[in-house]
């Protein structure tokens, strides 16, 4: 992506992009991040005439031209689910939180995914309930669910709240809803951590894994303006599930989701704070063997 500001009105901003294909576009950026105006002529003017792969390119540079905007100028045109460097605000403030401070801000949300094991053997739950009843109207397996949590910061760069725990589910095929609990401030969110169901036990490595999460959605939302992340970002693992539907489903972007995919310069990086001594950690852990450190590690995560 290469862009340039060629104007600013009354209305907005004037962009001007060459995109990964080496198609030019022309579009104005209200100051609202609003796109009142896209002109290029490398693909089909109607979205239902191009191919999929032509609508993300067509949807990358609309992105990128909202944060370009925002990088160049004093105007906030990024939508917060789209905001990286609002992400890493929000992820730098969740690795400083102590054990009680997740167990206070997330606990319910900790609770809600552990509930799906209690009828594993492996998996030590303590007996702990669901804080929230899954929906009726949910199809599919009991695990076929996402929770997540929003998370607002304060002008301090620190967590101010957090929205209750967000159900997202399927009511049909292809079709989602999602369940709200807990009041909604009149504001965005700074971010929202995203968690399907997982036998983390202990707070220690699930405000890890919650840090991750926002690092992998770090990192979709740099793929979703067309850009390679910065090399702190190139990880694998689930980010913001909706990018993870294009992954799976779009032939021009890698599997970035799948911790096991081969993609150059990109890892699986998750190494959680583990709630067993260093010692004990060291007879876990071989060091010549090809299994990654987290794979060796993972059954620690899920005793107390």
């Known amino acids: 992506m290469k862009a340039k500001i060629v104007g600013e009105d009354d209305r907005g901003v004037g962009v001007e992009i060459v995109d990964n294909n080496s198609i030019k576009h022309t579009i ?20 239902a005439e191009r191919t999929p792969e032509g609508n993300e390119s067509v949807n990358q540079v609309r992105n990128y031209a909202k944060y370009f905007v925002s990088q160049e100028t004093e105007y906030e045109t990024v939508p917060w689910d789209l905001n990286p460097d609002r992400f890493e605000d929000v992820r730098q403030a969740l690795m400083a ?26 998996v030590d739950t303590a007996g702990i309930s669901r804080p929230f009843d899954l929906p009726a109207d949910k199809i599919g397996t009991e695990d076929a669910v996402l929770y997540k949590q929003e998370i607002y910061l304060d002008d301090a760069g620190d ?3 957090v929205l209750g725990v967000l159900i997202t589910y399927y009511v049909a095929r292809g079709e989602r809803t999602t369940v709200r609990h807990g009041e909604t401030p009149d504001r965005d969110p700074d971010a929202c951590v995203e968690v399907s169901p997982a036998p983390f036990v202990a707070p220690e490595p ?6 991750y999460n926002l690092r992998c959605q770090i990192r979709d939302c740099y793929v979703g303006m067309g850009l390679e992340p910065p090399e702190a970002y ?9 990018f993870t539907g294009k992954y799976q489903h779009f032939d021009c972007y890698p599997k ?3 911790k096991d995919a081969s993609i150059p310069g990109y890892s699986h990086d998750f190494v959680p704070e583990l709630p067993i001594s260093d010692a004990e950690l060291g007879g876990l852990v071989d060091p010549t063997s090809e299994t990654s450190l987290y794979d060796q590690i993972k059954g620690a995560l899920f005793s107390r």
Not at 28 to 47: E, N, T
Not at 206 to 211: A, G, I, K, P
Not at 234 to 242: A, F, I, N
Request: charged content about 25%; aromatic content about 14%.
């Open 234 to 242: 190139k990880v694998l693992g689930p980010g913001q599930y909706r």
């Open 206 to 211: 699930f405000r890890d894994y919650l840090v």
């Open 159 to 161: 967590i101010e709240a």
């Open 256 to 258: 970035y989701y799948d």
């Open 28 to 47: 104005s950026v209200s100051f609202d991040g609003d796109i009142p105006g896209h002109g290029q002529d490398g693909y089909p003017s109607k979205a």
């Open 97 to 122: 939180l102590s054990s009680d401070e997740i167990e206070e801000l997330f606990g319910d949300l900790l609770a809600q995914s552990l509930s799906h094991y209690r009828d594993e053997p492996n």
